[in-house]
C-alpha cells in the first residue's frame, strides 16, 4: 500500500526567507502524481504544486518549486522569499490514477509559521 | 464558476439527531470523496464514489453513508449523530485525465455535536 510520510510537524520561517517542507512516500509504482496542497487556517484546502512522476523536470509556480527524486521518494517543497500569507497547513499527496484506483493518499501535514 | 460547494459551514446539533452534509460540485467530475480532518489536522478517507450509484469506504471506518444519485450530489448522513462525531468533514471531487489529476476541495463543515 501507498503511504505518505511528513516528518515536521510544523516549521517556522523568517518573513522572505526560503523554507523547505520535506515528504517522502511509498509506492511500487512507476506512474503517478504527487501534490502540495495548502490549507490555511479556516480556508479552503488550494493545490499549490503538482508534479507527475514521469516528468524528470522538477515543477515551479511562481516562488514555490518542488525538488523531486524518484529513485529516492522524495518530494520536498521549497518555498521562496516567504510572505505572511503563506502561513497554513502543507499537505504532501500521492495520487495513483489508473488501474481504476484514484484515491488521494495524504501526509500527516506540517504547519507553516511565517515570522515578520 | 466551476466549483465545489459544502453546506452548512458550522453545524452544531444534539446527540441522536440525523443530521446530511450536502456537497455538491459544478464542475462535472466523476470522482467524489469525503475526508474527516480531526484536530491533529491529519485528513482520513471515510468514504469515496467513481460515479453515479457508486460508493465505497474509506480508510478510516465510519458510521455515516453516503449516496450518489447524481453526479453533483455527494451527501454524506449521520442517522444518530454523538459527541465523537465532532470534526471537520471536507468534500472534494476530481476528473483524472491527462491534464487535470488534482482533487479540489470544499470549503468543509465543521461539526460539533453537544
Known amino acids: 500500500a501507498q503511504t505518505v510520510t511528513q516528518s515536521q510537524p510544523e516549521m517556522s520561517v523568517q518573513e522572505a526567507e526560503t523554507v523547505t517542507l520535506s515528504c517522502t512516500y511509498d509506492?511500487?509504482?512507476?506512474?503517478?502524481?504527487l501534490f502540495w496542497y495548502k490549507q490555511p487556517p479556516s480556508r479552503q484546502m488550494i493545490l499549490v504544486i503538482r508534479?507527475?512522476?514521469?516528468?524528470?523536470q522538477n515543477a515551479t509556480e511562481n516562488r514555490f518549486s518542488v525538488n523531486f527524486q524518484k529513485a529516492a521518494k522524495s518530494f520536498s517543497l521549497k518555498i521562496s522569499d516567504s510572505q505572511l500569507g503563506d502561513a497554513a497547513m502543507y499537505f504532501c499527496?500521492?495520487?495513483?490514477?489508473?488501474?481504476?484506483?484514484?484515491?488521494?493518499?495524504f501526509g500527516t501535514g506540517t504547519r507553516l509559521k511565517v515570522l515578520a | 464558476e466551476a466549483d465545489i460547494y459544502q453546506t452548512p459551514r458550522y453545524l452544531v446539533i444534539g446527540t441522536g439527531k440525523k443530521i446530511t452534509l450536502e456537497c455538491s460540485q459544478t464542475?462535472?467530475?466523476?470522482?467524489m470523496y469525503w475526508y474527516q480532518q480531526d484536530p491533529g489536522m491529519e485528513l482520513h478517507l471515510i468514504h469515496y464514489?467513481?460515479?453515479?450509484?457508486?460508493?465505497e469506504k474509506g480508510d478510516l471506518s465510519s458510521e455515516s453513508t453516503v449516496s450518489r444519485i447524481r453526479t453533483e450530489h455527494f451527501p454524506l448522513t449521520l442517522e444518530s449523530a454523538r459527541p465523537s462525531h465532532t470534526s471537520q468533514y471536507l468534500c472534494?471531487?476530481?476528473?483524472?485525465?491527462?491534464?487535470?489529476?488534482?482533487?479540489?476541495f470544499g470549503q468543509g463543515t465543521r461539526l460539533t455535536v453537544v
Open positions: 508534479q507527475e512522476a514521469y516528468k524528470q
Open positions: 472534494a471531487s476530481s476528473d483524472v485525465g491527462a491534464a487535470n489529476t488534482e482533487a479540489f
Open positions: 464542475m462535472g467530475h466523476d470522482k
Open positions: 509506492t511500487s509504482e512507476s506512474d503517478y502524481y
Open positions: 499527496a500521492y495520487h495513483h490514477g489508473t488501474s481504476g484506483t484514484y484515491k488521494y493518499i
Open positions: 464514489s467513481y460515479g453515479v450509484n457508486s460508493t
